[in-house]
């Protein structure tokens, strides 16, 4: 039995209520077991990390994860429904830190370093929590139980097993290198985690002029942004092949390449030119006196990639804080001087009065001392981009370190033909993924950290040589101590394991200190989520590679890199075959969230106020290529749109309780009337697009398609049905009416159940299942709709269509008239450029007739006889020749059919006149004639269709708009009295007009007809429900009372 359906819901209640019907009849339980042992569909979910609460970004990728599982599950697909945690990394141990109040590595050490890892693995447990309640609040249907998460061991242990692979293929070393590294978490960073950290900031650059040994007087121009790199300067480099200007100033030789010459102050002279070339080899002073540069021999040396696009082109070379300046060291044998420790203080006296601060605090100390020894010339404060960490945000500097690499050379090749047999969404993102891969250095996988992937790699002070693990069960055998108290693989139980060396026996051997690369703990969940270790691989076979992942455009770079890698190193193949990626959330004026700027939106606030559904459609429909401006704002049109579907199934629902219609009996399409028979071809019209769009991920051409199709249904069929579920007797017409309305509210709520679960669900277990007893138990355990190829009839969607584009104009050129459709107007005109479609206005020429309230439907050649003229007397010519008979003559002209007068002027015709008693002949040219609008007309054009109203209206036509419009207003004083669509009324009416009189004369059994009225008869008003209303030709009074 069906339930009456409220007027306009309340979506978060309602899904409240549904998650609650879910988690009681254990419908996603069912929905796998179900499916279980049928065709597999294999999903590999990207972890949310485990680090706080959603918010309102998170939910799109969730969405787009949630739509396509669950559509792939009502096609029968068997699935694993396995959701990720990132547990491990920097932004986990910074949280914890600030929670703690710790400030440093060493505050960490001291605090303990088990406690620290315990309070990670809380804070993770602690919001996997959340975010699966969040999850599930959004409607995302996953195993929660089996959640995978990236702290486990085996995980680590699956990471193990990948580098022992990498080891054996002689990919794996330590390298000396200079790294991008944060002070503040006191580690380095990888080429990856570097793309995007790039900011636009101001920094104080110095330019100094150095005195070059061999030439007294003269000096050498350098420009740096970085002053706390000049205690660890060990060279300068010039383009060889550079012109470089010598120049006078103040009694000194400068030199400076000939294109910065506008850095020099004034008072410069230029007295010539050299080449870059001739001031290799010479010797310089400075930039610091200090003792670590004592002992120093400091020389300019050649480098052809010097430029002059800013500072003076001369490089500042300091190889042990910046990575081209070591490369440059290693082919000029430079000195290397590594100025700072790992939280970026100088690290000892050596560096004179920089010595216990760090880089960041001694610009001024560096300057004055600059000045001091006379080496400073200029400062200015430059703009420039500065890469920060992108985890605590703080600016990262360059420091030479021994870290562990994964060689890239052999793999790159390999990963690119992988890579291109990926199906990537949009197309640009592959041809990101090539540039990244063209243009990858080595991998740097080791952190200096603690809360993270323990590297397994134990150095033999025997033999030299590197054991690296590959399991768990590999660490047993080969560990002396330690496995008693290893609780889990991670610091600081994993550092007590001793083992003996893999290759000559040597015994105690400890494990490197270091931790991995977050991406290696992401980028192995194809191997470690399925059982790769097992050594029939069974259940990884029939689950690898995956038919489909989504995450953000920038995870090119990071996960979907990190997968391929770890992919193509163990299997040599792509681990996925189709990867859809989106773009960023961002708020209403297109700013990206952020907690300090205030513009965060938690998930939970947004839900609370419109709901999950609500979110989920707008992310659905988004272009995936441009950033979703996320606000209130943008979720009332999509209210409204919804809205727009449930107000149909209202309607449905509020006749269907009443007349308790036999829908489940299949009505031939022959039996049909046409509108029905168009409204289920256009309903499988559009399930044809769904289905080819929803296999092929583009669900934001299901969304547009859905909402036009809503808008046809809406404010289409159902206006032009209306009377057919008004009208009493049960007879076929109805019949097909309640059938169509309700197969096609159902077929909606099949094919729209991915994208919104929980309105979908709602309609369908009170609308189904309150007709259809036996109808599976959820909306999502259907088998998702295709279309009925039988049901689609291409002609009529056509004609459909013309009698639609008929009717929107004649609707648009009734408001430029000013002219009510209640008011019945004698003919529309319509002029046609393609023959063909006439057919659709002749086949639907009642439906075109009807619903623009016209009484007839003519097709013209031309819309010239719409038009009128103004016609005035050419002065010009007749002003001498009538002199003062001109009034005369004007007279006589306004006495003629100014659109007969037009149409001679026009064709070059005379027009002939009566003056005084005088037949007189005018030329053409003689007579002004500008073409207007004729006020009884009212023209507009579209594409190949131009139509006339005719707006003249007879007293006959006055008085049936003046009956519609009285219907109008007693339909709403019944909803006003609440009373129900059933309900039968009398009506009493008073007026002193005898034009209104007259008329309800002539229209009662019609109006009695419209408005379930069992009376009508002029007399007092009486009860409470009265009204009084103009209705444009007099006004009255009248009351309804219900029988």
């Known amino acids: 039995m069906l339930k009456d359906v409220e007027q306009i819901p309340s979506f978060p209640d309602l899904e409240k209520g549904i998650l609650k019907l879910w988690e009681e009849n254990k419908s996603f339980e069912k929905l796998v077991q179900k499916n279980k042992g049928q065709k597999k569909w294999s999903f590999f979910d990207g972890p949310i990390t485990a680090n706080n609460p959603m918010g309102v970004h998170h939910a799109w990728g969730r969405t787009y994860k949630d739509v396509f599982i669950r559509h792939r599950a009502m096609q029968g697909f068997d699935q694993r429904y396995q959701n990720g945690f990132d547990c491990q990394g920097l932004w986990v141990e910074v949280v914890v830190e600030k929670d703690l109040n710790l400030n440093s590595k060493k505050e960490i050490m001291e605090y303990g370093l088990d406690n620290f890892s315990t309070k990670c693995r809380e804070r993770v447990e602690k919001f996997s929590k959340i975010q699966t309640q969040q999850s599930i609040r959004l409607g995302q249907w996953m195993d929660w139980e089996n959640s995978y998460y990236t702290m486990n061991d085996s995980n680590i242990e699956t990471i193990w097993h990948f580098l022992k692979k990498c080891h054996e293929k002689g990919w794996l070393y330590q390298g000396h290198r200079c790294m991008p590294w944060c002070t503040r978490c006191g580690t380095s960073l990888s080429q990856h985690e570097l793309h995007d950290s790039y900011h636009d900031m101001k920094h104080r650059s110095v330019t100094l002029h150095l005195p070059i040994v061999e030439r007294p007087g003269e000096y050498i121009m350098v ?33 400076l390449s000939k294109g910065t010459l506008s850095r020099l102050k004034k008072g410069a002279k230029e007295l010539g030119v050299i080449k870059g070339k001739d001031l290799v080899g010479l010797h310089y002073r400075g930039p610091m006196e200090i003792p670590a540069r004592q002992k120093l021999e400091l020389c300019i040396v050649p480098w052809e990639t010097v430029g002059e696009e800013e500072g003076t082109g ?56 600059l000045k001091e020894h006379g080496y400073f010339y200029d400062s200015e404060n430059y703009e420039h981009r500065y890469p920060v960490c992108w985890r605590c945000q703080d600016e990262l ?65 025997a033999c030299g040589k590197w054991t690296v693990v590959g399991s768990k069960k590999e660490l047993q055998q080969l560990a002396l101590s330690g496995m008693d108290s290893l609780k889990e693989l991670h610091r600081p139980w994993i550092d007590d394991v001793k083992i003996s060396c893999s290759h000559c026996g040597h015994k105690g051997l400890s494990r490197v200190s270091e931790v991995g690369d977050c991406w290696l703990d992401a980028g192995i969940i194809p191997f470690s989520t399925l059982d790769y270790m097992n050594e029939d691989k069974t259940y990884w076979k029939e689950w690898y590679p995956c038919e489909f992942i989504t995450e953000m455009i920038e995870q090119v770079r990071l996960w979907f890199y990190s997968l391929l890698f770890m992919s193509v190193t163990l299997e040599d193949k792509a681990p996925y075959k189709k990867v859809l990626t989106y773009s960023a959330v961002v708020d209403e004026e297109g700013a990206y969230f952020s907690k300090t700027k205030g513009n965060a939106i938690p998930f939970d606030v947004a839900a609370e106020k419109i709901g999950a559904d609500l979110m989920r459609w707008m992310y659905a429909g988004q272009n995936n290529r441009s950033n979703l401006r996320f606000g209130y704002k943008p979720a009332e049109e999509v209210r409204r749109k919804i809205l727009n579907f449930w107000n149909v199934y209202r309607f449905y629902v509020t006749y269907a309780r009443l007349d308790n219609p036999d829908v489940t009996k299949e009505i031939p399409l022959d039996k049909m009337p046409e509108l029905d028979r168009w409204l289920l071809c256009r309903l499988h019209s559009s399930l044809q697009l769904i289905n080819h769009k929803m296999q092929n991920y583009e669900v934001a051409a299901v969304t547009k398609e859905t909402e036009e199709l809503w808008d046809d249904l809406s404010n289409w069929y159902l206006r032009r049905s209306r009377r057919r579920f008004w009208k009493s007797e049960n007879d076929q017409d109805k019949s097909s009416a309640y059938y169509t309305l309700y197969t096609t509210l159902k077929t909606l709520c099949l094919a729209l159940a991915p994208i919104i679960p929980f ?120 002003g001498k020749k009538y002199g003062k008979k001109m009034d005369i003559l004007k007279e006589a002209l306004a006495k003629l059919d100014p659109k007969e007068v037009g149409h001679k002027v026009t064709n070059k015709q005379s027009v002939e006149i009566v003056m005084e008693g005088e037949q007189v002949s005018l030329a053409p040219e003689e007579i002004l004639a500008a073409q207007k609008k004729d006020e009884n007309f009212c023209t507009s054009q579209d594409k190949d269709m131009t139509i006339v109203l005719d707006t003249r209206v007879t007293q006959e036509l006055k008085e049936e708009g003046a009956m519609r419009d009285f219907m109008r207003q007693i339909q709403s004083m019944r909803k006003e009295a609440d009373f129900q669509v059933s309900d039968h009324i009398h009506i009493l009416y008073q007026t002193e007009n005898e034009f209104l009189r007259k008329a309800i004369q002539n229209y009662a059994s019609y109006i009695m007809q419209e408005t379930l009225c069992d009376s009508i008869q002029e007399g007092v008003p009486q009860g409470n429900f009265q009204k009084e209303m103009d209705l444009g030709e007099g006004k009255i009074l009248l009351s309804v009372a219900r029988k």
């Open 397 to 461: 500097v360059f420091r030479l370190v021994d870290e562990w690499f994964i060689r890239c050379d052999e793999i790159r090749v390999p990963m690119k033909k992988a890579a291109a047999s990926v199906e990537w969404m949009p197309e640009y993102a592959g041809m990101h993924m090539q540039n990244w891969l063209d243009n990858m250095g080595d991998w740097c996988i080791s952190r200096r950290r603690f809360w993270g992937l323990p590297l397994p790699f134990f150095k033999c002070d």
């Open 759 to 878: 309105t979908t669900e709602y309609i369908y277990q009170n609308l189904v299942r309150g007709t259809e007893p036996n109808a599976p138990e959820s909306v999502h355990h259907n088998q998702y709709p295709v279309a009925q190829e039988d049901k689609i009839d291409r002609a009529l969607l056509e004609d459909m269509e013309i009698a639609m584009q008929v009717c929107t104009m004649g609707h648009a050129t009734r408001e430029v008239a000013k002219t009510k459709v209640r008011q019945p107007l004698p003919c529309l005109m319509v002029k046609l450029e393609k023959e063909q479609d006439k057919r659709g206005i002749e086949r639907f020429t009642e439906i075109i007739k009807d619903e623009l309230n016209v009484k007839a439907i003519q097709f013209v050649q031309n819309t010239e006889e719409f038009h009128t003229y103004d016609i005035k007397p050419n002065l010009k010519l007749l």
């Open 223 to 255: 420009w740096t942004t970085t002053p706390w790199t000049l205690s660890a300067n060990t060279a300068l480099a010039v383009n060889p092949n550079l012109d470089y200007a010598k120049v006078e100033w103040e009694g000194k030789i400068l030199y």
């Open 314 to 369: 001369v490089v500042h070379i300091a190889p042990g804080c910046g990575a081209e300046d070591y490369e440059l060291s290693k082919t000029q044998n430079l000195s290397v001087i590594v100025p700072i420790d790992e939280s970026g203080y100088y690290v000892s006296s050596d560096f004179g009065p920089l010595y216990g601060k760090r880089t960041s605090q001694v610009v001024d100390i560096v300057f004055s001392h």
